[in-house]
Structures are given as C-alpha cells and as structure tokens.
Antibody, heavy 115, light 106 residues
Framework: QVQLTESGPGLVHPSETLSLTCTVSGFSLTGYSVYWVRQPSGKGLEWMGRMRYNGDTSYNSALKSRLSISRDTSKNQVFLKMNSLQTDDTGTYYC?????????WGQGVMVTVSS | DTVLTQSPALAVSPGERVTISCRASESVSTLMHWYQQKPGQQPKLLIYLASNLESGVPARFSGSGSGTDFTLTIDPVEADDTATYYCQQSWNDPPTFGGGTKLELK
C-alpha cells in the first residue's frame, strides 16, 4: 500500500541547514508528484514545495531562496534542504501526494529550531 | 499567490448541519480540496476536486462550489467531527491552504 515516511533531526540550531527525507513505498516517484508541507505548532498548513513526477521542482516564493527539493528515484526518496533556519521554522514537516492522486500523508516529523 | 479565506471557528450541536466556507482570491476552477485535522494527527483528505468524496470518508461529508466560492457540508454533525478543517487549491501555482476553520461541538 501507499506510504510516505518523513525522517530527519528533531533539533536544529539557528542559522543551520535542515535536511529531511521522505521515503515512499507503494508507488513510483516517476509516476507521482510529492509535496512538502509544514505546520508551525498551533498554526495552519503551509505548502513549501513540490517534486514533480518528471523531476521538475516548484517552490513557495516566500521560501524559495532557502529551499531545495531533490530526489533519488532508485531509493524512492525525496529530499528537502532548507538553510538559514530560524526559530519560526519550528514545526511539523510533512510529505504528501497531490490530493488528486489520493490523500496520502506521512506522519510528519517535528523539527525544533533552538540553540 | 491565491489567498483562501475561511472563518476561524464554528460551534454547532450534534445532529445539526454545518457548512464551512472557503473563498478564493481568484478562480481555482474546481481544483479545491478539503482536509480534516485532529490534534496530533496529519491532515486527512475528505473531499477532492471540489465535490468528490475520498474513499472511506462518511457520506455525511460533501463538498460543492467552483470558481471562487466553495463549501464543505457535514450533515449530520457527530461528536467525532470536532477538528480543524482546511481548504486547499491546486489550480494556481503555488498551491495554497486556507487558514483553517476550527469546528467545536456544543
């Protein structure tokens, strides 16, 4: 069955780079796009960026200068890297598929930015 | 970016009918989707493409609308429906989410 699983460090220091991995199963990254979405604690959802099925990427304009999304199709993994982290980047980070392709979300990974 | 506006909160009694609205700052055709999120959980897709019920979601949930005005209806509301509901559009790039509507039961 379709699964997405996020992994990465729970704690990142201010000004450092966040690296997260979304490992998928039950589908091919060359057939489906994967989004990254984040949610600050107690707040709403923010779309961050997308790895399309064809390898193209698109980003939230507010994050574009700090954000990079890539993939390794042989490992069924999508990667998120975001630099210059600040305390307001604290929250839960999710990977998900396009809603038109089924409402599949990972469990999310909590990231705290703190010194 | 397309701004999606939702009312912040609603309170209803079990058994009633509730409508949650989402207004887009520009047309999103019918590429509007609705999610339910309970505390500590990931969002759950309820409705995709404005009016299509996701598999496994109770028929008490329905969606309607096109262009800029969309509605999620729950009829009848049950105690377990206490949650925050988000709309999301995927017609214009980048995709955007509404601010969420917190549904409380009286």
């Amino acid at each position: 069955q379709v699964q997405l699983t996020e992994s990465g460090p729970g704690l990142v220091h201010p000004s450092e780079t966040l690296s997260l991995t979304c490992t998928v199963s039950g589908f091919s990254l060359t057939g489906y796009s994967v989004y990254w979405v984040r949610q600050p604690s107690g707040k709403g959802l923010e779309w961050m960026g997308r790895m399309r099925y064809n390898g193209d990427t698109s980003y939230n304009s507010a994050l574009k200068s700090r954000l990079s999304i890539s993939r390794d199709t042989s490992k069924n993994q999508v990667f998120l890297k975001m630099n210059s982290l600040q305390t307001d980047d604290t929250g839960t980070y999710y990977c998900t598929r396009d809603p038109e392709d089924g409402g599949y979300w990972g469990q999310g990974v909590m990231v705290t930015v703190s010194s | 970016d397309t701004v999606l506006t939702q009312s912040p909160a609603l309170a209803v009694s079990p058994g009633e009918r509730v409508t949650i609205s989402c207004r887009a700052s520009e047309s999103v055709s019918t590429l509007m989707h609705w999610y339910q999120q309970k505390p500590g959980q990931q969002p759950k897709l309820l409705i995709y493409l404005a009016s299509n019920l996701e598999s496994g979601v109770p028929a008490r949930f329905s969606g309607s609308g096109s262009g800029t005005d969309f509605t999620l209806t729950i009829d009848p509301v049950e105690a377990d429906d206490t949650a925050t509901y988000y709309c999301q559009q995927s017609w214009n790039d980048p995709p955007t989410f509404g601010g969420g509507t917190k549904l409380e039961l009286k």
